[in-house]
């Protein structure tokens, strides 16, 4: 469904590749906003992360005998994502939310503006590579290529069903609530994250859909 053009707001249409240059317009956006409340410290993890997503994009381009497979590409962004939440000295555990991230994006403090940094800062990058798989995934052409969401989407539901296994068998250990505890919640939140950009891909697809079929009764 993605790869049909789309109509825009002046009644013209876009084509994949414009559609994917917003998305990631949109995304190196949100990546500067991340980097501020971050910290200075995360520029350099920002910058892998822009060569990171770029070489990845050509891997799933690629076609012929240098193709890689779904699951393996699934599971490159997967590392690569997850590599970037830790590179940027995060952990799953509450006592290494960066707290100061509340207070970096106004001069005063406010409640729900401060929430939101902090949100960002903790889960922004899951959110801005979540969202490139799915729109590379959509768009780039053939089967295997759209199936690397499935495959992504799959991996991350394992690491959620091994969370709640290893909290579930641990849940009378000593540390429980200092390292299987948070590390669920974390991974709860990161496939609530998955969750919502499906829901978000499932809508896409209805609404083009119905244009298309609207489009079609037209003529």
């Known amino acids: 469904m993605y790869r049909r053009k789309r109509m ?10 414009e559609w994917t240059e917003m998305t990631q317009l949109a995304s190196f956006r949100a990546m500067m906003f991340i980097t501020i409340v ?13 060569v990171q997503t770029a070489a990845l994009s050509q891997m799933m381009e690629a ?6 497979d779904a699951p393996v590409m699934a599971a490159l962004w997967r590392l690569a994502i997850r590599h970037v939440f830790f590179a940027t ?5 509450f006592n290494r939310l960066h707290f100061s991230a509340a207070f970096v994006a106004t001069e005063t403090f406010e409640f729900h503006i401060a929430g939101a940094s902090l949100f960002m800062n903790t889960f922004g990058w899951e959110i801005i590579g979540t969202t490139l798989v799915l729109v590379l995934s959509r768009t780039c052409r053939g089967k295997t290529r759209r199936s690397v969401w499935t495959w992504f989407c799959f991996y991350q539901w394992t690491e959620t069903v091994a969370s709640c296994m290893s909290v579930s068998v ?3 250990h000593l540390m429980v609530w200092a390292i299987f505890a948070p590390r669920f919640m974390f991974a709860a939140v990161f ?3 998955t969750l919502f950009l499906c829901f978000v891909d499932v809508v896409v697809s209805i609404v083009t859909t119905s244009s298309a079929v609207m489009r079609k009764q037209l003529v």
């Open 8 to 17: 825009t707001s002046k009644g013209g249409y876009r084509s994949d590749r």
């Open 38 to 50: 971050t910290g200075p410290s995360t520029a350099s993890t920002a910058v892998l992360m822009v």
């Open 63 to 68: 076609g012929g005998n240098r193709e890689i």
């Open 89 to 93: 000295n995060h952990h799953c555990s």
């Open 170 to 172: 641990m849940k009378r």
């Open 191 to 193: 496939t609530g994250l």
